[in-house]
């Protein structure tokens, strides 16, 4: 009769496999998860994040895989590595036809750049930041499964954890919507509202040199271009 430490080595050295997708909402459930326990533990936003992009970095290769399953490989003639999060949001544009929101593309490029931050170097995140942050990379990842891999996740998350997830959506869109009722009442012309550099929400004001997110409070200073005379962030 085996021991019982027998049958717990044995039980994991069974080689366990998940797919792609399976990957992708676990990496979800456990951002979500960490989400919750930041109102608590600020410094959970960092897992929250961290776990977040992944998800969504799987999400993507998901989609390549269904367009073919070499796509999700850096080199397709020598399949080692798989495709990182800007080169599997090009692969989808250019082969897969998908068309992405500016909105969208600014997410994208945030979140690659929040990771890499957090993971090589120092960062500063805010917990108000962060939470609309999170909010719109969520909102991202909630429309690219409903649109793009026929998987809503409000039918493969717990309905407790979809509840959570909606309670994020909630505090970002009423911040966002006090915002739009703001534009409206000051008549901001709406080609002067862009997409903030920081929470990523179309709240930054540059009309009459105002220069500030009405979501997030995030101010930075613009600068018109010499040559094509467009304006940018400094």
Not at 14 to 19: A, F, G, L, N, T
Not at 193 to 218: L, R
């Amino acid at each position: 009769m085996r021991t019982l430490r027998a049958i717990f080595i044995a039980h994991f050295r069974q080689k366990m496999k998940i797919s792609l997708l399976q990957n992708a909402y676990s990496f979800l459930e456990e951002a979500l998860s960490k989400a919750i326990r930041a109102e608590e533990q600020p410094i959970q936003w960092k897992y929250a994040t961290l776990n977040l992009v992944q998800a969504i970095e799987l999400s993507l290769k998901e989609k390549l895989r269904r367009e073919h399953p070499i796509l999700i490989f850096q080199q397709i003639d020598s399949p080692k590595n798989t495709v990182n999060l800007e080169a599997a949001l090009s692969r989808l544009q250019s082969i897969g036809k998908l068309n992405f929101s500016q909105s969208d593309m600014h997410t994208i490029s945030k979140a690659s750049k929040l990771r890499n931050l957090i993971v090589h170097y120092e960062f500063e995140l805010k917990p108000e930041e962060s939470k609309l942050i999170f909010a719109k990379l969520l909102g991202f990842m909630s429309h690219f499964h409903t649109m793009h891999l026929d998987s809503p996740l409000d039918a493969v998350l717990s309905a407790d954890l979809w509840q959570e997830a909606l309670s994020i959506f909630d505090y970002a869109e009423e911040l966002f919507n006090r915002a739009e009722d703001i534009f409206k009442e000051k008549g901001f012309d709406p080609s002067l509202i862009w997409t903030c550099a920081n929470c990523e929400w179309p709240a930054f004001v540059i009309e009459d040199d105002i220069n500030t997110c009405y979501v997030c409070g995030f101010s930075s200073e613009i600068v018109e271009c010499d040559n094509c005379r467009e304006y940018f962030y400094y």
